[in-house]
């Protein structure tokens, strides 16, 4: 069952510009939402979460924005910097049962 | 902060045989799940322990998988036999416990069943 998902597998920026990453899931029972980077050959990484109390948390360049109502999460990159071309995985907790989203392989052009 | 060790990094076995996996988890966190990515998709989680016992281990498929945390540290995760389909990427994470704690992963072991 996927109870989350990123239907875009991948997307491709501008340095400099902005980066939306999206994310979609279906159990309303989540109530803690996560954002992994993964490089190559290396585990995923933690980088900015937001629970489902709130509709944004900021985190330097890295935003997150939830709307619990239409069940969906975005993470927003400004700038987009090359060193942030990784794949990123979207993650949503209910207690500690944390699901994954397939992946959305972000390359940022110089 | 040592992070999550796994090993062996790499792994090549032909099918029906059995093949091992180990997780050192980050100090203290008492949370330790193993997941399965296979390639093109999210992790899956295969199964979560707190502490030295079993959690949640719904997707994991007994008839072939195993995993024990002994003493509610280290973990071993088991196939045995392999199948083609078992071929992924196998990720140990650990936490401190708590909805609101990140999981931490380790570099996972990518495992190839001819």
């Known amino acids: 069952d996927q109870q989350v998902k990123q239907n875009s597998p991948s997307l491709s920026v501008q340095e400099g510009r902005i980066s939306i990453l999206n994310c979609d899931y279906t159990?309303?029972?989540?109530?803690?939402f996560l954002w992994y980077k993964k490089y190559p050959a290396e585990g995923p990484t933690f980088l900015i979460s937001i629970s489902s109390i709130k509709d944004k948390n900021e985190d330097g360049r890295f935003t997150v924005f939830l709307n619990k109502s239409a069940k969906h999460l975005s993470l927003h990159i400004v700038p987009s910097q090359p060193g942030d071309s990784a794949v990123y995985f979207c993650?949503?907790?209910?207690?500690?049962?944390?699901?994954f989203g397939a992946g959305t392989r972000l390359t940022v052009k110089p | 902060e040592a992070g999550v060790a796994q090993s062996p990094r790499y792994k090549i076995i032909e099918k029906r045989q059995s093949v091992a996996f180990w997780c050192n988890p980050i100090?203290?966190?008492?949370?330790l799940y193993w997941y399965q990515q296979i390639l093109g998709q999210g992790p899956k989680l295969l199964i979560q322990f707190q502490n030295n016992g079993v959690v949640d281990d719904s997707q994991l498929p007994k008839d072939r998988f195993s995993a024990e945390r002994l003493k509610g540290v280290d973990s071993t995760l088991k196939i045995q036999p392999a199948k083609l389909e078992d071929s992924a990427v196998y990720l140990c994470?650990?936490?401190?416990?708590?909805?609101?704690?990140?999981?931490?992963f380790g570099q996972g072991t990518r495992l190839t069943v001819v």
């Open positions: 159990n309303s029972m989540f109530d803690y």
């Open positions: 994470a650990s936490s401190l416990g708590g909805p609101t704690k990140m999981a931490f």
């Open positions: 100090s203290g966190h008492a949370t």
């Open positions: 993650a949503a907790r209910e207690n500690n049962d944390m699901r």
